[in-house]
T-cell receptor, first 113, second 114 residues
Framework: AQSVTQPDIHITVSEGASLELRCNYS??????LFWYVQSPGQGLQLLLK??????LVQGIKGFEAEFKRSQSSFNLRKPSVHWSDAAEYFC???????????FGTGTRLTVIP | EPEVTQTPSHQVTQMGQEVILRCVPI?????FYWYRQILGQKVEFLVS????????KSEIFDDQFSVERPDGSNFTLKIRSTKLEDSAMYFC????????????FGPGTRLLVL
């Protein structure tokens, strides 16, 4: 069965520092991978997605993610974090034949001045 | 840019009461979804809906839940007799086609059952 693991429940970084949020998935074939961000009291906003092709994908707000099949990972990165990036980040996987998305438990990002 | 909208943003109800959560998907989308997120937990799939019928549902989506598209724009989730454990944020999502294109999520309805 497919699953998504986000090993870091909470990460704190300083403003201007780089960021990497980890995501590992379990699925037998090539998955469709997504990162969503949820600001306090808000809905889920799509940051970026991977369906096929170039394994390094660019998203909104300066985020990028790299699909590594050998590691079953899709880590989210940003070179310089802004205070407004403080939010909850969810990795999700979609699969061929299934209509729904499977989400990880999320990583809460705190940004300190 | 078109958005998925949901009403109400917050709802408080008594245990055993019926609630209806409303969603207006993006207008040219054909697939509709409900997910829920219990406080502090992951977002969980409830049900998907296409061509006026349920296409897939999770084990969470028991007989207390129902969905319908009463007109050309609204997509509703009904909980017949709410329980305390139904307290959660409920998200509606929609997408254009069956292929794995992006699901667009609404802002959610926070349901509190007392």
């Amino acid at each position: 069965a497919q699953s998504v693991t986000q090993p870091d429940i909470h990460i704190t970084v300083s403003e201007g520092a780089s960021l990497e949020l980890r995501c590992n998935y379990s699925y037998g074939a090539t998955p469709y991978l997504f990162w969503y961000v949820q600001s306090p009291g808000q809905g889920l906003q799509l940051l970026l997605k991977y369906f096929s092709g170039d394994t390094l994908v660019q998203g909104i707000k300066g985020f990028e993610a790299e699909f590594k099949r050998s590691q079953s990972s899709f880590n989210l990165r940003k070179p310089s974090v802004h205070w407004s990036d403080a939010a909850e980040y969810f990795c999700a996987v979609g699969t061929t034949g299934a209509n729904n998305l499977f989400f990880g438990t999320g990583t809460r990002l705190t940004v300190i001045p | 840019e078109p958005e998925v909208t949901q009403t109400p943003s917050h709802q408080v109800t008594q245990m055993g009461q019926e609630v209806i959560l409303r969603c207006v998907p993006i207008s040219n989308h054909l697939y509709f979804y409900w997910y829920r997120q219990i406080l502090g937990q992951k977002v969980e799939f409830l049900v998907s809906f296409y061509n006026n019928e349920i296409s897939e549902k999770s084990e969470i989506f028991d007989d207390q839940f129902s969905v319908e598209r009463p007109d050309g724009s609204n997509f509703t989730l009904k909980i017949r007799s709410t329980k305390l454990e139904d307290s959660a944020m409920y998200f509606c999502a929609s997408k254009v086609t069956a292929s794995q294109e992006t699901q667009y999520f609404g802002p959610g309805t926070r349901l509190l059952v007392l």
